[in-house]
Each structure stands twice: as C-alpha cells, then as structure tokens.
C-alpha cells in the first residue's frame, strides 16, 4: 500500500468521530464515512503529496454531509418499519451513559447542522479556526460567529436539561 492510502486510512477513526457526531446514528455515521473515503481514494490526484490529508478528508465528508441534509429537507426524513420481535438481528446497549453526557449529544443535535458541524470541527477534531473555515467553506467570520451562537444555544439547552432534571413530580 502506498504511503497515500496509508495516510488515508490512519484519518478513519477522526472520520468515524466527527460523522457519528454530526449524525448519532452510527449506521448513518459509517455510511459518510464510506462515502468519503470512496471519493477520496477515486480523486486521489486532487491531494497534494506530502501533506496530511485530514483536511482534504474532512473538507469531503463536510461536502457530503451538507448534500446529504438538503436531501432530507427536501424530501424529508426516512424512517425504517421496525422488525418483530423474531427478525430482530441486534440488541440494544446494556451499558448506560451518563445523564450529563445524553443531555450534551441530544443538545449538540438539536442545533442547526452549520452550527454543529463548526462546533465539532474546532471543539472534538481540533482544526485551528482558519482550518476549520477552510474545511467548511465559510469565511473565518462566519465560523466563529456559529460557534458563538452555537455554544449559547448549547448552555441554553443544557440549562433547560438540567432545570427539567431538578423537577421533581409530586403525585396526589
């Protein structure tokens, strides 16, 4: 395997973390993931040799992400028929997360996709605002204006989880 590919291929667990991220449904995740390296490694004459490629890579998979949620804004969302009982092939996770944690990822997708994809990229991969601009598309302005409004629109959410949580219900 050639150097190139191999560079590629040390980028998938950063890959599988940031898509998981923007989606939370890890069939979804590892289907981008798919996509972007099948684009990567069929336009490999687009990155420049002797760079590290995570850029390139997230710059793809961030492409194929927006693409993907104006799909879903146009014909909307797809749902899978749920299986019987008996055609279920997988079980659920026995182990539990954190209440905190929950709170933290239902908050992160309930912000804008822009918003959440700049928060992701500076905040879990990273990229260095300007890197991040460059990967996303957007003016370093812009970046950080999202960023911003999406950490404030977080500790809104969270404040609200946390306030619910405090709730207790009395019965009579």
Do not use: C
Not at 10 to 17: G, K, Q, T, V, Y
Not at 55 to 80: C, N, P, Y
Not at 88 to 113: G, R
């Amino acid at each position: 395997m050639d150097d190139r590919k191999s560079a590629i291929l040390s980028e998938i667990p950063r890959l599988r973390r940031y898509a998981r991220a923007l989606l939370r449904e890890r069939d979804k995740a590892d289907d981008l993931v798919q996509d972007t390296l099948e684009r990567a490694l069929g336009r490999m004459d687009n990155w420049r040799t002797g760079e590290n490629p995570r850029r390139w890579l997230f710059t793809i998979m961030h492409h194929l992400f927006v693409d993907q949620m104006r799909k879903v804004s146009r014909r909307g969302e797809q749902a899978m028929l749920p299986l019987d009982s008996n055609e279920a092939l997988a079980q659920p996770a026995t182990q539990f997360d954190s209440v905190a944690t929950l709170d933290i990822i239902d908050a992160l997708q309930s912000i804008s996709p822009e918003r959440r994809a700049a928060l992701l990229i500076v905040g879990v991969e990273g990229f260095s605002y300007a890197e991040a601009a460059n990967v996303l598309g957007i003016p370093a302005g812009t970046l950080m204006s999202r960023i911003a409004r999406g950490r404030d629109e977080l500790r809104g959410l969270l404040d609200d989880a946390a306030r619910r949580r405090a709730i207790k219900v009395v019965e009579k």
